[in-house]
């Protein structure tokens, strides 16, 4: 019996990743001299942490459930907010930083689509646990700029066609997956299963950050799909 379960722990040794990321994606706020030029009601990010602060949620929750150990890997796409920043003369940068340092994650600062692919591209095999993206999106893309350079419109992007040049092998195969933008389980979620291999949780509608100032994740004005 003793060997049979020496035997069993060996294998689960062998085929276990030697840890579990738990990779949360922040995308770029809104510059508000565009947002500005907008009917009120389609204006974004009047607070530029948003995005920010959605993600520190979700760092807080992952560590209940995995651990307080378990291993944040923070991807922010740095453009958005050294715009933001220079816009409103703050330092959101380095405030990322000091909050990274914080909550104990591996900061990874990226500065596009490609950018994006690279470095996630580059996490071990099957070390992938749980994946969050927090941003602008439509149900094509994940817009990690938006009405920054050009008003409401997006020139760094995840879009569903670049899916494939994601290596699926990066995720567990039981991994979790979900969007946190908008529109996302209306078409990208089906291409991103097609691609990956496992599951992208996604709105069908619209999503509401304005809970996130109250300590809440994000709200969909609709429902969640896969």
């Excluded at 560590?63 to 378990?70: D, T």
């Excluded at 890997?73 to 959101?92: C, F, H, N, T």
């Excluded at 405030?95 to 692919?117: N, Y």
């Excluded at 999503?207 to 709200?219: A, E, H, K, N, S």
Aim: net charge positive; with cysteine.
């Amino acid at each position: 019996m003793r060997a049979c379960f020496r035997t069993l722990v060996c294998v689960f040794l062998l085929i276990a990743p030697a840890w579990a990321d738990h990779v949360i994606v922040t995308g770029g706020p809104a510059l508000r001299k565009w947002e500005d030029l907008r009917v009120p009601q389609d204006r974004h990010d009047r607070w530029w942490a948003n995005f920010v602060r959605a993600s520190t949620l979700r760092m807080a929750e992952v560590r209940q459930a995995y651990g307080s150990n378990a291993p944040l890997v923070w991807m922010v796409y740095r453009p958005g907010y050294q715009a933001r920043g220079r816009e409103d003369g703050k330092p959101y940068t380095q405030w990322i930083t000091e909050q990274a340092a914080k909550r104990r994650a591996t900061l990874i600062w990226f500065d596009g689509g490609q950018d994006f692919i690279r470095k996630l591209n580059s996490r071990p095999r099957g070390s992938i646990q749980t994946f969050d993206f927090f941003g602008h999106s439509n149900k094509h893309a994940f817009m990690f700029d938006y009405g920054s350079d050009i008003m409401a419109a997006s020139i760094a992007c995840l879009h569903e066609r670049d899916l494939p040049r994601i290596k699926g092998s990066v995720f567990q195969r039981s991994a979790y997956c979900k969007s946190w933008g908008c529109h996302t389980g209306e078409s990208m979620s089906g291409h991103w299963k097609g691609a990956t291999g496992v599951p992208l949780e996604g709105a069908k509608g619209p999503t509401d950050y304005t809970v996130v100032g109250q300590g809440q994740l994000p709200r969909v004005k609709g429902s969640w799909a896969r």
